[in-house]
């Protein structure tokens, strides 16, 4: 990593005002410069991998972030407590607020990042939107006025011309933006995007913006410091979208032209230098599709300037070796860049893929629980695992479900995706699910492979990518099985008491042990015996096969049917996970000592699919309703979920009110189907 020449001295001791990735991303630099950190925790994050990096840490509050990690004045207090030069916000919370940076200046403790007035003025996409036009940086067309009644924003948006964009004004990260394809969809769009933006950001103002079709977003890394210098570090492709947040993110930008390239880069610090930035920044474009035969000259406009560190910042660092964190610590602490514009190289290809904990198939759903396996491809010069969390860690619903980032280098573009799916296929999370298989084949999909990117991707390719995962075959059930046998024969080991020692284990044994698998609905019973040097494998009332089987824990390799392979299974309580080149496969051990029976609970009802809290009741009670009939709206993990009707039938109550807190599981609506008697 490129240092420069040090001037004035780094600080002793920097506090971190966030939680998670982001903020162990920070104290592993601090480690490397001799910085001490002082870490802040809520209630639900005291055992946090951020908490034990820490040379320090302080509670700052109760789990919900508005009372914690949103809290200035306990941020604040935490710095004076220990002694803390200056705090580094990371990237969400307060990392993009004007007045945290300047309560930080009024206390005499240095903010990592740039000045009040540069977040002020790009914080509002619309007062941003104005600057921009001045200094010559092409700007969407759209409404950015600050008259807000929604009956003038439905004219506006009218006159602009379907498809538009709803987008908070204080917004980012996704949050707080709609698209609108037709006049009658606007109005419901609007209210749920300013509820949206008044929740995470306390501003329920908008802008309207030309939505422009296929679009790329591609952005620049720019730095400034208080000498005023400007530099750029090159571009990265953030197009691989799900509801405006980023899944997939690379460096350099391909299928770039050369001049279109530097044409935005100069932009970028036009940009910068209107506002006298100082720190790391990044201004995202829109990049309309190229003209002519494809060669990199679309027309690009102005989107919004992310005023702190990027969640996608390693894959800068990848191609450029330059640590952004450094150049974060060294720039607030008054020294100047680094390096010259012509000194910054770059080099090879990166990708990030963002691994979360939620599941793909049930409409991306965050997942909550243990991390009871949590496994990643080894580190290396090709490899790079950023996490907050570990093995034994818990997902909480009080945060963003991110696990870890998977980021890639290589030489080339096709040789870094390669290094991609390779690293995705290695993932091996269990306790939680997580959106692994999703990414997998988006790492395939042929438009990304080629290149050909754009922000619709992932929509126009969602029946692809969410495609019912492959069912378990004769093969997947037997090595499950021969997992649980092997894993517990291993465990048992030296245990002569221990049922999985005994005679129907060892050679010679004339009576086969039973394992009894479920997936899918379906309960298979297979029998399993030792011959030779080898295990006897079977199905009820099936003829059995002979696999030759070697156990290095979590591997499993064996020899069926004539073919070879390893498989990692992982045994987890009940739960039996098998993992088989890119496909997973779960199971479920059945003991026949606790088998239950009945009707699932609350058959007719609609549950909450993850804890949250209410926001609005959409259907009426007693009406019919259609299948997909939205019928009330929840937030969860900063994001509003539609719960739709899942069959035609009635809503005969609701049993949770707006505003309440709900449990993962609980029951929110008495539905009756259209088929089910009334009395």
């Known amino acids: ?59 700052i509050g109760p789990a919900a972030a508005r009372e914690s990690y949103l809290r200035s004045d306990r941020l604040l207090d935490a710095a004076r407590r220990t002694g803390a030069q200056a705090i580094h916000p990371g990237y969400g919370f307060l990392s993009e607020n004007a007045a945290f940076a300047q309560a930080c200046a009024d206390a005499g403790v240095v903010f990592i990042g740039p000045s009040p007035a540069s977040i002020q003025a790009m914080g509002d996409k619309r007062e941003a939107k104005a600057l921009m036009q001045a200094a010559g940086v092409p700007v969407t067309p759209g409404y950015h006025g600050a008259d807000q009644d929604p009956a003038l924003l439905q004219r506006q948006a009218d006159g602009i011309g379907y498809p538009v964009l709803i987008k908070a004004s204080a917004g980012g990260g996704g949050k707080g933006m ?111 599709e190229s003209r002519g035969s494809g060669d990199g000259t679309g027309e690009f406009h102005f989107m919004e300037m992310n005023t702190r560190l990027q969640v996608e910042h390693p894959v800068t660092e990848l191609v450029t070796g330059i640590d952004l964190v450094e150049w974060q610590l060294r720039v607030a602490a008054g020294q100047p860049l680094p390096l010259r514009q012509d000194q910054i190289r770059h080099s090879g290809h990166a990708i990030e893929a963002r691994l979360y904990a939620e599941d793909a198939l049930k409409g991306f759903l965050p997942s909550t629980g243990t991390l009871q396996v949590m496994q990643f491809p080894a580190a290396s010069a090709h490899v790079r695992i950023d996490t907050g969390v570990e093995q034994g860690d818990a997902i909480s619903p009080w945060y963003d479900p991110m696990i870890a980032k998977l980021i890639v280098w290589d030489e080339d573009r096709p040789r870094a995706l390669q290094r991609l799916r390779q690293a995705i296929d290695a993932v091996r999370v269990v306790g939680v699910t997580t959106n692994a298989v999703f990414l997998g084949r988006l790492a395939r999909q042929a438009d990304f492979s080629a290149a050909r990117l754009e922000t619709g991707l992932v929509a126009r390719e969602i029946d692809h990518l969410l495609a019912p995962l492959s069912e378990a075959d004769d093969a997947a059930w037997m090595l499950a099985a021969l997992g649980v046998w092997a894993q517990r024969r291993a465990a048992s080991a030296g245990v002569d008491d221990s049922p999985w020692a005994q005679d129907g284990w060892r050679l010679g044994a004339s009576a086969p042990q039973w394992i009894e698998l479920s997936a899918s609905g379906e309960t298979r019973r297979l029998a399993l015996q030792p011959q030779g040097n080898q295990v006897e494998i079977g199905f009820d009332g099936a003829s059995s096969q002979a696999a030759s089987v070697d156990w290095t824990a979590p591997t499993l390799t064996v020899s069926l049917d004539g073919v070879r392979s390893s498989v990692d299974v992982h045994v987890v309580g009940a739960q039996v996970v098998l993992y088989r080149g890119t496909d997973r496969f779960v199971f479920e051990h059945v003991d026949p000592l606790h088998r239950h029976a009945g009707a699932e609970a609350h058959a007719g ?65 008495d539905f009756v189907t259209a088929d089910e008697e009334k009395p």
């Not at 197009?239 to 770039?256: C, G, I, N, T």
């Open 605 to 669: 009802a609609v549950v909450a699919p993850m804890p949250g809290r209410i926001v609005e009741l959409l259907a009426p009670i007693g009406t019919p309703v259609a299948k997909g009939t939205p019928l009330l709206v929840m937030e969860a993990m900063k994001m509003e979920h539609t719960l739709q009707a899942p069959h035609d039938g009635v809503v005969e109550a609701f049993l949770a009110k707006p505003g309440d807190l709900v449990a993962d599981g609980a029951v929110l609506v």
């Open 178 to 288: 709609r698209l609108v394809e037709k006049p009658e969809d606007f109005a419901a769009a609007l209210q749920s995007c300013q509820r949206e933006a008044e929740s995470a950001f306390g501003d329920a103002r908008v802008l309207i913006e030309r939505y422009i079709v296929r679009p790329r977003h591609v952005e620049i890394q720019v730095f400034g410091d208080r000498h005023g210098n400007v530099v750029h570090l090159f571009e990265r492709d953030c197009s691989v979208q799900r509801r405006h947040q980023k899944v997939l993110e690379e460096a350099p930008a391909p299928a770039l032209g050369e001049a279109q390239r530097e044409a935005m880069a100069q932009a970028a610090i036009a940009a910068a230098r209107a506002v006298d930035y100082v720190g790391a920044g990044t201004i995202e474009f829109i990049v309309g």
């Open 1 to 59: 990593m490129s240092t420069g020449t040090s001037q004035a001295a780094l600080f002793d001791k920097v506090l971190i005002a966030n939680r998670g990735e982001i903020a162990c991303r920070i104290i592993a630099t601090c480690r490397r410069l001799g910085i001490r950190t002082v870490a802040v925790y809520s209630d639900a994050d005291r055992t946090a991998r951020h908490v034990r990096m820490a040379d320090e840490a302080v509670h």
